[in-house]
């Protein structure tokens, strides 16, 4: 009898314990970005193996017939985390009560368009999905912007979303991260988990700015300065920054497809750690909002600093000494960054 009322006891108590899912909308869910990246959330490798998930997948009417087909993958995935998939092309649906938004979709820059242009259009897309989040989302949804221009993107969404608190709203530059780190570990002839507090500052465009000035590499099990294991002073404040700035054009131009499998591991790595955390005495590199950094930034943009996270928080690492090589490339992208927020701010308000 005894056992009989444990064995009760422990299926009520697993029933009672098991988390709520999660209602976690994809934007853009029908492109190739997704295709990478939805198995992974609904697998359980972003926001925990014992995490159920309801995947909202948005995207444009056209594009519906694709969803239906992506929705037949994941179901015929048969993971247990996953609960519900529910495709859309509506923003009511899409992000009604939703605990995390990943937006990846965006207009993408054609033949022939300029900068200007790709703004106006980026602006109108995320000025529906930023008052869709007001709107319909959980106040304490986590937001992530992929589609670029993605820190002026993100600046936008948030500013049509004034009930949702600014720091909920980061935009994607841990792929310019891992791809920094990557590189510096193939040079150190060194695993990539091997290379930690590389920074990626500013813009994610090819003004990004890629400093390794306060990165530590291990190599054979000693903690060393990047500077002193590359031992190569000229390829890290030459062809390694313009490696990163430019690898997605790279990618481009070998595949004549554009960064996807990494951009999804990207997107799994940043809501991860937004989710459980940095490690101890690490940070990363997130596109936040500026307002109250000290290295000189102006406060309205979204711009990517070097950031630790801690119960779904993150804070800008304040008092890294910075020298003037580096002062002079954070200012520039920077200055990029305000030419982009005024002009979208133009288009905002017409």
């Given at each position: 009898m005894l056992t009989l009322l444990t064995s009760m006891y422990l299926v009520v108590r697993a029933v009672s314990t098991q988390a709520e899912p999660l209602r976690v909308v994809v934007t853009g869910a029908a492109g190739q970005i997704a295709y990478s990246l939805l198995y992974s959330i609904a697998k359980g490798d972003v926001f925990g193996k014992d995490q159920p998930i309801i995947l909202i997948l948005l995207d444009i009417p056209p594009m519906l017939p694709v969803l239906d087909g992506v929705v037949m993958e994941l179901q015929d995935c048969a993971l247990p985390l996953l609960r519900e998939v529910i495709p859309t092309d509506k923003?009511?649906?899409?992000?009604?009560?939703?605990?995390?938004a990943i937006l990846v979709g965006s207009m993408p820059r054609k033949d022939g368009m300029e900068r200007k242009d790709l703004l106006k259009a980026n602006v109108a897309i995320f000025k529906t999905q930023g008052a869709a989040l007001n709107m319909y989302a959980k106040k304490t949804v986590k937001v992530l912007v992929v589609g670029n221009p993605a820190n002026t993107n993100c600046l936008i969404a948030s500013k049509s979303a004034p009930s949702i608190p600014k720091e909920n709203f980061s935009c994607l530059t841990r792929l310019d991260h891992n791809r920094a780190c990557s590189q510096v570990a193939i040079r150190c002839g060194v695993s990539s988990d091997n290379v930690k507090n590389v920074i990626i500052w500013g813009n994610h465009s090819s003004t990004q700015y890629p400093d390794v000035h306060h990165a530590k590499v291990n190599v054979h099990g000693t903690e060393k300065a990047a500077y002193d294991a590359v031992k190569d002073d000229s390829w890290l404040r030459g062809d390694f920054i313009s490696m990163v700035q430019q690898r997605g054009a790279a990618v481009i131009k070998a595949r004549k497809l554009s960064s996807a499998m990494s951009a999804a591991k990207a997107i799994c790595d940043?809501?991860?750690?937004?989710?459980?955390?940095?490690?101890?005495?690490?940070?990363?590199?997130m596109g936040v909002f500026a307002a109250g950094n000290t290295y000189g930034i102006p406060e309205d943009l979204i711009y990517s600093f070097p950031v630790q996270i801690k119960n779904k928080t993150w804070k800008i690492v304040d008092g890294l000494p910075i020298n003037d090589f580096s002062r002079a490339k954070m200012d520039a992208t920077a200055a990029e960054l305000v030419e982009e927020r005024d002009t979208a701010l133009n288009f905002l308000s017409q």
């Open positions: 923003v009511e649906v899409g992000f009604k009560d939703i605990d995390a940043h809501m991860r750690d937004i989710w459980f955390g940095t490690k101890e005495g690490e940070f990363i590199s």
